[in-house]
Every structure is written in structure tokens, then in C-alpha cells.
């Protein structure tokens, strides 16, 4: 991989869920280049964005996300970035952090930490998950635009009806996980985990596609959360690119590296590249 582009563009790389996968993940960046043989970051002025669900399923999800951290810092030294959102898997994790037995979901009727053992809660994650590690994962955007690409965590719409900006959506979100209100955290959870608002074999469409991008800005989505497979109907161990589809106002880079997928990662050149997370 070259690190960046003769003409002055800036390469921006999205990457799909980890669940845990931190030795799979580590191997994803070494063949990319995007760090080196130390995991040092090698991609010089690139932008890596992660669409969320660093844990649970797989069996290092702190590990996961303690990677991701390093990458960060690592990657704004040498001049690069590394973005990273908040999955409905990363918000499972700070409930039952936050809340464990002490509050049942009005949905499943679980405990937040019984649904998050349910989802694939790996217990040495919570036993891992220090103070620093819960409040970078706490802070995560939902969404952001780079360039003109929308990058979400969902295939959903459930993103417009925490605001109409993708400031506005941020601090929604951001509001509900420094809150007690365990009835919203509850209620971000199941909109979170809803999907397939795009695909119109599953009763998503094009139009929805269409209404996110004119909302919040931006030419594609870019999303994780449902597998390629799922979608497609083919072997995960065959699926090693993004899915374009809508009519290519989408594309999911979900590999199920959690179910032995070899990963995706999606590649956009641009020589305006910038990134919206807060800003109005």
C-alpha cells in the first residue's frame, strides 16, 4: 500500500467489525501496511476509520480495542488518523459496566448483563474494561463524514431520530452514555441493533439510502453491523470486499471476522479529505 497519492490525494480506509478478532485484526493491518512489524503506523497521512464492535464474540475484545488506541495515538503522531465509532456491541459492554444486575431491559427482560452475555459478552472483557478503556470507548462518535462519505455503524435509519446534524446525533448519543437513565441507554440499545434499511430484499430500500445521505450530508454510507454473508448468501471464508448495493449510494464492509472471515476494508482516494464529528 502507498501511503498516499502523487497527485496530493489522501487516502481514506474503512474497516469493518473486529468482535474480538485481535490477532485476525492485527494481521488485517499488517497485509494493508497499514503499520509496521511493531504495529507502528506505517500509512503516513491516511485516514483508517472503524464503523465500531471492537468485543464481544471473539475472545480479546479489550485487546481489541487497547489495538485501536495505540493506533490512534500512534497514527496522529506520524501525521495520519485513525477513527473509531461506537457499535452496538461497544454499547452492550458499557451497560453491563455501568448497570450489570441492576436493571433489566423492558425488551428481553434480561439484565444488561445477562443480554450482554447473550450478544457474545465476553467476561474478561468486563474484567478488563479499566476506566480509561471505558471512557475512550464512551466517547466514540456515532457517525461521521469524511470527504463525501457518510460512515455509520448500522444499515439503519434509527440515526434520525437523534437529530438532524451529525453534531446533533453525537451529542445525543454522547448525553445518554454519561446519563443513569437506564431507560435510554435501553432504548439507544434496540435502535442501534436494528438493520437492513437499505436492502430491499429485507423490506429496506434505496429511498432510505437516500433520505440518511440528504439528513446528514455526503454521496455513499458506509456501514458495518450486518454481515456481508448475511446479505449475500455466500460463504463468509469468500467474502473479502465490500458490498455495494442501493444502487451504489451503500456499501457494508462487515467480513465476519468473527466467523472466519479473512476482513474487509474499504479504499477511497480523495484529495479533500476531512472528517465531521462534532461540528454543527
Request: glycine share 12%; no cysteine.
Amino acid at each position: 500500500m502507498t501511503a498516499g497519492d502523487p497527485r496530493g490525494s489522501r487516502p481514506l480506509y474503512v474497516i469493518g467489525d473486529i468482535h474480538g478478532q485481535r490477532v485476525e485484526l492485527m494481521s488485517l493491518l499488517l497485509d494493508a501496511g497499514f503499520v509496521d512489524g511493531n504495529l507502528e503506523w506505517a500509512a503516513g497521512d491516511a485516514q483508517v476509520w472503524f464503523v465500531g464492535d471492537y468485543v464481544d464474540r471473539g475472545p480479546d475484545g479489550v485487546g481489541s480495542i487497547e489495538l485501536v488506541m495505540e493506533l490512534e495515538a500512534s497514527a496522529t503522531a506520524a501525521g495520519g488518523r485513525v477513527g473509531a465509532l461506537l457499535g452496538n456491541h461497544d454499547l452492550l459492554l458499557l451497560m453491563a459496566h455501568r448497570f450489570g444486575d441492576r436493571v433489566e431491559s423492558s425488551v428481553t427482560g434480561l439484565t444488561f448483563l445477562g443480554e450482554w452475555l447473550a450478544g457474545g459478552g465476553q467476561r474478561a472483557d468486563l474484567a478488563g474494561l479499566t476506566p480509561e478503556r471505558a471512557n475512550w470507548l464512551a466517547r466514540r462518535p456515532a457517525m461521521a463524514k469524511v470527504a463525501d462519505r457518510l460512515i455509520v455503524h448500522s444499515d439503519s435509519l434509527w440515526y434520525l431520530e437523534y437529530g438532524a446534524t451529525i453534531a446533533e446525533v453525537n451529542a445525543a448519543v454522547h448525553a445518554v452514555l454519561s446519563s443513569e437513565d437506564a431507560v435510554e441507554w435501553d432504548r439507544l440499545l434496540g435502535a442501534m441493533s436494528t438493520r437492513f434499511a437499505f436492502d430491499d430484499a429485507r423490506g429496506g430500500s434505496v429511498e432510505a439510502a437516500e433520505l440518511l445521505l440528504s439528513t446528514f450530508g455526503g454521496r455513499q454510507v458506509i456501514h458495518g453491523h450486518t454481515p456481508i454473508a448475511l446479505m449475500t448468501g455466500h460463504p463468509v471464508e469468500d467474502v473479502d470486499e465490500p458490498l455495494i448495493y442501493a444502487d451504489g449510494l451503500v456499501a457494508n464492509v462487515d467480513g465476519a471476522l468473527y466467523l472466519g472471515g479473512p476482513g474487509v476494508i474499504l479504499s477511497v482516494l480523495d484529495g479533500t479529505l476531512s472528517s465531521e464529528t462534532d461540528r454543527a
